[in-house]
């Protein structure tokens, strides 16, 4: 199989083995700094990848993703600050845990739960994915185009609290992707005279200033709340796990893997609906539900398992169809990109060996993530009290400004930086979604060339999309899932004002 060469290639290279180990390290790292998340040292990181070749810079920013999703959990456990949003679900138990003196177990299971969970999900991509680009190469333009439609309904509607801004976020994301010339007609569209806009806006600047300066701004704002770590005592940080202990959080931990697993193929759900999906699951079919919220063991492994799970299948709809299924795949399209890399249902043609190869640095990465995190997690977390913020957070926004800079060598990237940061912090006060908007800046420019693509092809218009019977579903399935949300959504706001009432 061609992911057994894809391992021997990977670790027969010293050089992309140390890559991987340094993935592994950051990831974590961020990810247990209450209020950076894995996104946004991807996003700072890509210039970096520009000098890089397209193997250790796709696996360096790809294991980041895997192991920041792990490192969330440390922030989760002994700060009560989930270090990403998947790893909110694992503070509910995870710090009580710690506030019984057993953030070392805790830690352990959340990093057995995050292995075997991230492997589920790996194992069931590498089977997987060339099935569905195969399938997905039959696919014309006209299903295409309502296979990004789909998405941008599900990606606006699902992501977070609200439909109606979801969508509109959905909605910003593709008119900013509009600004440019026209790549038909090469008209100018929405630049207002101006030159620097004639090339559209940079993914890379966009993607740190939403990401990492908002985040940043955000942080600011909060500068007068600070995290506490439980004592990190041997007692607190150090007690051990046995089987015996472990044995009953199994089945939780394989059935979570498959529910994580099944909502990463779905673009834009990401990996906080598969914690608390999972999470909600596991209290269902508990032996002891009343422990759960107290400090189980079982309620971290549940969603820590659904949340790594998510990273493998999620890149899936990435590869096969050029859609992310989440804002790190949304970021590793522009890696893709940088190094001439056609993603879609051809790249199993063109670039078979890299996938694989990438697919195995992702294995040796969960690996390495997991020995790092079952011995290391505690001192982790002792090392992030450490870094006072008042340092941290300058040293973030000056990189992230070289960052910018760096990416096309254009002053004008460091303004856009600048106005997505504001806008990003202003999404996020005002309940707006910054992942729709940036997934939907992404697909747009796939989903216009096929759109185009498609009216050439037609004698009726846009009828065409309605009467293949493949589009037809595609377009069936993004409004059901909008209806699903609607319905689920008023049914909660029932459900709490009669609570209130």
Same mark, same amino acid.
């Given at each position: 199989?061609?992911?057994?060469?894809?391992?021997?290639?990977?670790?027969?290279?010293?050089?992309?083995?140390?890559?991987?180990?340094?993935?592994?390290?950051?990831?974590?790292?961020?990810?247990?700094?209450?209020?950076?998340?894995?996104?946004?040292?991807?996003?700072?990181?890509?210039? %970096?990848?520009?000098?890089?070749?397209?193997?250790?810079?796709?696996?360096?920013?790809?294991?980041?993703?895997?192991?920041?999703? #792990?490192?969330?959990?440390?922030?989760?456990?002994?700060?009560?600050?989930?270090?990403?949003?998947?790893?909110?679900?694992?503070?509910?138990?995870? #710090?009580?845990?710690?506030? +019984?003196?057993?953030?070392?177990?805790?830690?352990?299971?959340?990093?057995?739960?995050?292995?075997?969970?991230?492997?589920?999900?790996?194992?069931?991509?590498?089977?997987?994915?060339?099935?569905?680009?195969?399938?997905?190469?039959?696919?014309?333009?006209?299903?295409?185009?309502?296979?990004?439609?789909?998405?941008?309904?599900?990606?606006?509607?699902?992501?977070?609290?609200?439909?109606?801004?979801?969508?509109?976020?959905?909605?910003?994301?593709?008119?900013?992707?509009?600004?440019?010339?026209?790549?038909?007609?090469?008209?100018?569209?929405?630049?207002?005279?101006?030159?620097?806009?004639?090339? /559209?806006?940079?993914?890379?600047?966009?993607?740190? /200033?939403?990401?990492?300066?908002?985040?940043?701004?955000?942080?600011?704002?909060?500068?007068?709340?600070?995290?506490?770590?439980?004592?990190? /005592?041997?007692?607190?940080?150090?007690?051990?796990?046995?089987?015996?202990?472990?044995?009953?959080?199994?089945?939780?931990?394989?059935?979570?893997?498959?529910?994580?697993?099944?909502?990463?193929?779905?673009?834009?759900?990401?990996?906080?609906?598969?914690?608390?999906?999972?999470?909600?699951?596991?209290?269902?079919?508990?032996?002891?539900?009343?422990?759960?919220?107290?400090?189980?063991?079982?309620?971290?492994?549940?969603?820590?398992?659904?949340?790594?799970?998510?990273?493998? =299948?999620?890149?899936?709809?990435? !590869?096969? !169809?050029?859609?992310?299924?989440?804002?790190?795949?949304?970021?590793?399209?522009?890696?893709?990109?940088?190094?001439?890399? +056609?993603?879609?249902?051809?790249?199993?043609?063109?670039?078979?060996?890299?996938?694989?190869?990438?697919?195995?640095? /992702?294995?040796?990465?969960?690996?390495?993530?997991?020995?790092?995190?079952? #011995?290391?997690?505690? #001192?982790?977390?002792?090392?992030?009290?450490?870094?006072?913020? +008042?340092?941290?957070?300058?040293?973030?926004? %000056?990189?992230?400004?070289?960052?910018?800079?760096?990416?096309?060598?254009?002053?004008?990237?460091?303004?856009?930086?600048?106005?997505?940061?504001?806008?990003?912090?202003?999404?996020?006060? %005002?309940?707006?979604? =910054?992942?729709?908007?940036?997934?939907?800046?992404?697909?747009?420019?796939?989903?216009?060339?096929?759109?185009?693509?498609?009216?050439?092809?037609?004698?009726?218009?846009?009828?065409?999309?309605?009467?293949?019977?493949?589009?037809?579903?595609?377009?069936? !399935?993004?409004?059901?899932? !909008?209806?699903?949300?609607?319905?689920?959504?008023?049914? +909660?706001?029932?459900?709490?004002?009669?609570?209130?009432?």
């Amino acid at each position: 199989m061609e992911i057994f060469v894809g391992l021997a290639t990977v670790l027969t290279d010293p050089i992309l083995m140390g890559w991987v180990f340094a993935a592994a390290v950051v990831g974590m790292v961020v990810g247990a700094i209450p209020g950076l998340t894995a996104s946004a040292a991807i996003a700072m990181l890509l210039p %970096l990848t520009f000098y890089m070749e397209p193997l250790p810079a796709l696996a360096f920013l790809y294991v980041i993703g895997k192991s920041g999703r #792990y490192g969330g959990s440390i922030a989760a456990i002994l700060f009560n600050t989930p270090g990403t949003a998947a790893s909110a679900a694992t503070q509910i138990d995870g #710090y009580p845990l710690a506030r +019984q003196g057993k953030a070392g177990k805790a830690m352990k299971v959340a990093t057995i739960s995050s292995v075997i969970g991230d492997f589920v999900g790996e194992i069931l991509l590498i089977v997987g994915v060339a099935w569905i680009a195969a399938i997905a190469l039959k696919l014309g333009p006209p299903e295409l185009f309502t296979v990004y439609f789909a998405a941008f309904i599900v990606i606006g509607s699902v992501i977070g609290k609200s439909v109606t801004r979801g969508l509109a976020s959905a909605a910003l994301g593709v008119l900013i992707n509009m600004i440019g010339l026209d790549p038909i007609s090469s008209t100018e569209r929405f630049t207002f005279g101006s030159f620097d806009l004639t090339n /559209g806006i940079g993914l890379v600047p966009l993607m740190i /200033g939403i990401f990492v300066l908002g985040e940043v701004f955000a942080q600011i704002e909060e500068r007068g709340k600070t995290a506490e770590m439980v004592p990190d /005592g041997d007692d607190a940080a150090r007690n051990g796990l046995t089987w015996a202990e472990y044995k009953p959080c199994m089945p939780h931990v394989i059935r979570s893997s498959f529910i994580g697993s099944f909502i990463g193929m779905l673009p834009g759900l990401g990996s906080a609906i598969a914690a608390f999906v999972a999470y909600g699951e596991g209290k269902r079919r508990a032996k002891n539900p009343e422990e759960w919220g107290k400090g189980a063991l079982e309620g971290i492994a549940a969603p820590e398992s659904a949340n790594n799970a998510v990273s493998g =299948p999620s890149m899936a709809p990435l !590869l096969t !169809l050029g859609i992310p299924g989440s804002t790190i795949g949304a970021i590793l399209i522009g890696v893709f990109l940088i190094h001439g890399i +056609q993603i879609g249902p051809t790249l199993f043609l063109t670039s078979r060996d890299l996938i694989y190869a990438l697919f195995a640095c /992702g294995l040796i990465g969960i690996v390495m993530y997991g020995v790092i995190g079952y #011995y290391g997690a505690a #001192y982790v977390g002792r090392f992030i009290t450490r870094i006072p913020t +008042q340092v941290l957070y300058p040293i973030i926004f %000056l990189t992230s400004f070289i960052a910018a800079y760096t990416s096309r060598g254009n002053l004008f990237d460091v303004y856009v930086m600048v106005a997505a940061g504001f806008l990003g912090w202003g999404m996020r006060k %005002l309940d707006f979604n =910054p992942a729709a908007f940036v997934i939907s800046f992404v697909l747009a420019g796939g989903a216009e060339e096929t759109f185009r693509q498609a009216l050439l092809l037609s004698d009726n218009g846009v009828l065409i999309f309605v009467t293949r019977p493949i589009a037809l579903l595609f377009l069936l !399935l993004g409004f059901a899932a !909008l209806a699903v949300r609607v319905r689920s959504l008023n049914r +909660q706001a029932r459900a709490n004002a009669l609570r209130d009432a």
